[in-house]
């Protein structure tokens, strides 16, 4: 890529172009990507973004657009070019209507705060609140509660983002809304999230968590498929646990996952009694250890929340797989893949499991197999970059089994498409993901190389 004079923005906007500011951006989450920026923008406004994409734009130079750098295939990078870190845009409005205005370097952390105060949250929650709105926003954005109400997408009534060719609009499902459509998981490729108007839900004031634990896949989707065909729980999460370890790991010489159990926690909010024996009516297939009452200004960040831990191992690798199957190959694909996992994955990997109904999604561009039901997976270890050599192939293999039995890529995780796996990936709606490419930035400076629009030219 040939050098861009970058003079004529120093006065434009607030720069970082020092050796320490550009290295300290050069990695993301996933700490497998390296890319070293030309310069850092802090825009301390919108227009600052808007006339950061408008320098852009004229001199071809590529963008990428960071909030707290938890990509983990270096979508939040770029290599000689201008990174715009909006965690300088984070201010958050008054509730009004049931809805807050925030900017989209707030994190989810500084919001659930400021409106759990005023007995509001946001309907769904990631499993890290230390993200961006504008991260999980670009992405699609599933928690524990996605099985009632989608997508953190799915309950965003407007936003104001600036596009590829420097246009500062207003969208929402009525105005602009093929913008509103493309850039709610649109992984920044189309435009720039500044502002996002976010609905609210009101929170009870207690909540009691129950935990079932489950010897097989198949009792455990059993049950699944029972609470999520109604509302009966606020939060639903399941996880898969080894039960291999010590002596017997070292004897069998494979998985870590290859004998396990499986645990949900559901958890229900309430004001004044809960019934028990209400709560879990239907549910067959596991055994109760237990129930754990509390507040539910604690919900949020719970010990079993992955948030807690982002911040103190930044120097470690996360070659994350994250998916979402079809209900009919989920039990199937899930055990296949965790039987064959490599054996030097740590056991104390996070193996996420999370069953949703397909209706209560609505964001065009948030890819989702054709299926009534569905089943989250995520595969998120925590290693040594030095392990990475070993383990990468394996965990490759276990994305690849994720999609060939039908299953759709979450686009947070580590991701390497080549172009026609991208063309499989949004299937029917890859051409209008080339439309709007060319609409709304047309000269193609938002995250170049991402993804592929085009096949690779032989060399």
């Known amino acids: 890529m040939r050098a861009v004079d970058i003079a004529p923005l120093r006065t434009a906007v607030a720069l970082r172009e ?3 500011g550009r290295d300290a951006a050069s990695t993301d989450f996933g700490r497998m990507v390296r890319k070293l920026p030309r310069a850092v923008v802090t825009p301390q406004s919108p227009e600052d973004v808007r006339r950061t994409l408008d320098f852009a734009r004229h001199t071809r130079c590529p963008v990428a657009v960071r909030g707290a750098g938890h990509s983990q295939a270096g979508q939040s990078l770029t290599d000689g070019g201008i990174l715009l ?3 300088g845009l984070d201010r958050i409005g008054e509730i009004r209507d049931g809805a807050v205005r925030v900017q989209a370097g707030a994190t989810w952390r500084k919001l659930v705060r400021h409106v759990q105060a005023r007995g509001y949250l946001p309907p769904v929650l990631t499993t890290s609140l230390d993200v961006t709105v504008g991260g999980t926003l670009s992405t699609g954005g599933l928690g524990a509660s996605s099985h009632r109400y989608g997508a953190q997408t799915d309950n965003v009534d407007e936003l104001v983002a600036v596009t590829g060719d420097a ?3 207003r969208c929402s499902r009525t105005e602009n809304p093929a913008l509103f459509d493309c850039v709610r998981c649109g ?3 189309f435009a720039v999230i500044t502002e996002a108007r976010i609905r609210l839900r009101r929170a009870l004031p207690d909540v009691r968590t129950f935990f079932l634990v489950y010897d097989d896949i198949e009792a455990l989707m059993q049950d699944q498929q029972q609470v999520v065909s109604d509302d009966r729980f606020e939060y639903i999460a399941s996880t898969c646990l080894p039960r291999a370890m010590g002596l017997e ?8 996952f290859a ?4 645990v949900m926690s559901l958890t229900t909010e309430f004001d004044g009694e809960c019934d028990a024996d209400r709560a879990l009516a239907g549910l067959h297939g596991g055994r109760l250890l237990g129930a754990e009452d509390g507040s539910a200004r604690d919900v949020p960040f719970g010990p079993d929340r992955l948030g807690r831990g982002d911040r103190a191992d930044r120097r470690l690798a996360h070659p994350w797989i994250e998916g979402i199957l079809p209900w009919r190959n989920a039990g199937r694909c899930v055990a296949e893949v965790l039987a064959d996992l490599p054996s030097a994955l740590p056991t104390d990997t996070a193996v996420l499991l999370w069953a949703a109904r397909r209706d209560r999604f609505g964001a065009p561009m948030l890819a989702l197999p054709a299926s009534e039901l569905l089943m989250g997976f995520a ?3 925590a290693v040594k970059p030095a392990a990475l050599p070993r383990l990468l192939p394996g965990l490759e293999a276990a994305g690849r089994r994720l999609t060939t039995m039908g299953g759709k890529r979450y686009l947070s995780g580590w991701i390497d498409y080549d172009h026609e796996q991208w063309r499989a990936h949004f299937g029917d709606l890859w051409p209008r993901v080339v439309e709007c490419k060319a609409a709304f930035d047309p000269r193609g400076i938002l995250d170049p190389g991402f993804i592929r629009y085009r096949p690779a030219q032989p060399a």
Not at 249 to 256: F, H, M, N, T, V
Not at 259 to 262: I, N, Q
């Open 249 to 256: 790991r070292l004897l069998a010489r494979g998985s870590p």
């Open 259 to 262: 004998e396990r159990r499986y």
């Open 187 to 189: 992984l920044g490729q």
């Open 379 to 381: 595969i998120l270890p």
């Open 85 to 87: 870190d909006l965690t």
């Open 18 to 20: 020092s050796d320490e």
């Open 167 to 169: 246009r500062q609009l």
